[in-house]
């Protein structure tokens, strides 16, 4: 899905949600935070190459509205900060082939981390059962900062071989997209624990995307605090 037609369903969607505050039903604005757990997938058809790519530690904190109408169905949007941790770890052993075949050179160890900031923009629809919420929506970021750092470390026929480069901006597309779903367990009527996980379908990478293909995935654990509710009825 192009950029541009990303941008227009945000603005239909907005529309939808104006439109809302003239039906009748229940609207909720509120504050959110969450813990994140984040990974940056890395994969590549040229290299041959296969890190892992833990989930690392990282948060999300932002404003939700929720329009409940009728006594099961609801309307959501968020605008969230969320900040995504990349970490890629490769371990292997380096070979070299003469006319005896394949000599042991040595062995070498990298390490890459990658730090991305969003504005995001979630929207999703909610089913409720009791105090329960189940929900799933489709979520659009945009990057507003990123910086990345690679660590090296190779022992090649003896000799010790270090390198740490950190970088500013580094080489990513603004925007990402995805399915996001989620869970929410009202406690009381302003205080409710949620749980999300969301999975980018853009490839981020700027570049040959055949070379290099790198996903965002996220799970957050948080809290969900209602400001305020309101009750409209139908004009």
Excluded: C
């Excluded at 929900?135 to 690679?150: D, K, L, P």
């Excluded at 390198?163 to 990402?176: P, T, Y």
Aim: aromatic share 14%.
């Amino acid at each position: 899905m192009h950029t541009r037609n990303l941008l227009k369903l945000s603005f239909i969607l907005s529309i939808l949600f104006a439109f809302n505050f003239t039906v009748s039903g229940q609207h909720q604005f509120g504050i959110k935070a969450s813990g994140v757990l984040s990974r940056i997938t890395y994969s590549t058809d040229f290299l041959g190459e296969n890190p892992t790519t833990p989930f690392v530690p990282s948060g999300q904190a932002g404003l939700f509205y929720n329009f409940q109408f009728g006594k099961k169905s609801s309307l959501g949007a968020e605008l969230l900060f969320s900040q995504i941790e990349g970490n890629e770890k490769l371990e292997d052993d380096l070979y070299t082939l003469n006319e005896f075949g394949r000599v042991y050179l040595g062995y070498r160890k990298d390490n890459s981390y990658r730090h991305i900031s969003y504005l995001s923009l979630p929207v999703y629809y909610g089913f409720t059962i009791n105090r329960l919420v189940i929900n799933a929506g489709f979520q659009i970021s945009y990057s507003i900062s990123s910086s990345g750092r690679e660590k090296d470390y190779a022992i090649v026929e003896g000799i010790t071989y270090t390198s740490d480069n950190k970088v500013d901006n580094i080489n990513i597309r603004r925007f990402d997209y995805g399915p996001k779903a989620g869970i929410i367990y009202n406690l009381t009527d302003k205080l409710a624990v949620e749980g999300t996980y969301y999975y980018g379908l853009n490839n981020i990478q700027k570049g040959n995307p055949i070379l290099w293909k790198l996903k965002v995935q996220q799970a957050t654990l948080g809290i969900r605090y209602t400001l305020w509710t309101k009750e409209i009825a139908k004009k």
